[in-house]
């Protein structure tokens, strides 16, 4: 009745903002993404220790009420499936900063029904994972996989797969953390004022078929140009939408624009690199193996830095041993 999952954060290349059903967190466009590996989020989960309700440590402390409230109703879907599961226990680290772009949802979510899997008697399916997991964070089940990563829409719902595996293609990331403050706007609350404010959001919609070919055929050859040039402007557009709402939301702080120049000005220089960012103000600079020294220490010289985070590609969530 106890297990403990691990799950890494993924960053979203073809980029998912938007959805085209709130109650069920349906996404409105696809998305491809790679899974990370150094940072973790390490989910324990205990039926035995006698709660009375669904409780939720995170990162050594009681967790905030919504965080609560989200982790109760991913476990209400669990138990759609499994009647009859008592409450549990859940204790939950991150190695990194929760809520500050660095896709903790997904990680987080992503170890939580993992974890909860281990102890179910017959366990879920994978895709049964993956519709729980993403109704409660649209990016989460992308964590479920390593590697390169596809969430494509699908009939009704959505569907998760790997595209290409870590082995594969071992490209690395470094991320340059430019502020620990969670954001004022979380994506789900971004992504429902862009849908009905931003006049650009149909068009940031229907552009997206278009971005995510272009990104699989990038992957499939291997193709780090391609895939600079179809993440940048997907991130940019994604950013741009958003931008566009009313009010704007802009994520981005000052050093994060630096840092986009400073990435922009290697690559034209003839190192392999680009950006991408997300619904916070991290520049993540993904980057062949070779070049990625000279990148941490050029993003580490940009004031304002706060610290440089490098990693490679990870695996998809997996139960550990206690
Ligand atoms: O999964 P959510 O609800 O945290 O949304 C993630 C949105 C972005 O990180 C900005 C983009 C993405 O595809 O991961």
Sequence with gaps: MKATAVAHPNIALVKYWGK???????????SISITLDTLTTTTMVDFSAGSERDELILDGAPASEERS????????????????????????ENSFPTAAGLASSASGFAALVTAVNAV???????????????????????SLYGGFVELALHGEGTRVRPVLDRSEWPLEIVIAVTSRTAKKVGS?????????????????????????????????SRDFEALAAVSEASCLRMHAVAMAAQPGLVYWTGTT????????????????VFFTIDAGPQLKAICDPAASELVAATLAEVPGVIEIVRCGLGDGARVVED
């Design 20 to 30: 085209s059903d709130v109650e069920t967190n349906l996404p409105a466009v696809g």
């Design 69 to 92: 409230r989200r982790v109760r109703s991913c476990l209400d879907l669990i138990r759609r499936r499994r009647p009859g599961l008592p409450p549990v226990f859940v204790e939950s």
């Design 120 to 142: 179910l008697d017959p366990p879920l399916g994978i895709d049964d994972l993956a519709e729980i997991s993403r109704r409660c964070s649209g990016s989460s089940p992308r």
């Design 188 to 220: 789900s609350d971004g992504m429902e004022l862009t849908r009905k404010t931003s006049p650009f959001y149909e068009s940031w919609v229907s552009g997206s078929p278009y971005d995510l070919a272009l990104a699989r055929g990038a992957i499939a």
């Design 257 to 272: 624009v630096e840092c986009l120049h400073r990435v922009r000005a290697l690559r034209e220089e003839g190192a392999p």
